[in-house]
């Protein structure tokens, strides 16, 4: 049987600790964290997390209902102090 270490050391992984990779992944795709939450896991900006995720090929919702909330905020302080 082909040991999963042998597999991850044989695909080419844009990201160094595969392990830990793969364990965010597991958490953010079960919804356990926030696509920010698991960026700053990985040490990574945000953008930096949405490109590693379509190079991985991941299908993910790039905001949760938690972040959209949040940028609504955002947006709706912005549009305020603009008037």
Known sequence: ???LKEVLE???LPY???ERLFIVLGLLLNGRISSGKAAELLDL???EFWNLLRKLGVKYDLL????IEEEID???K???SGS
Do not use: A, G, H, T
């Open 78 to 80: 912005v549009f305020e």
């Open 10 to 12: 044989k695909e080419r």
């Open 1 to 3: 049987m082909v040991e």
């Open 74 to 76: 955002v947006y709706r």
């Open 64 to 67: 949760d209902e938690e972040e």
């Open 16 to 18: 160094p600790d595969r």
């Open 45 to 47: 900006r945000i953008d």
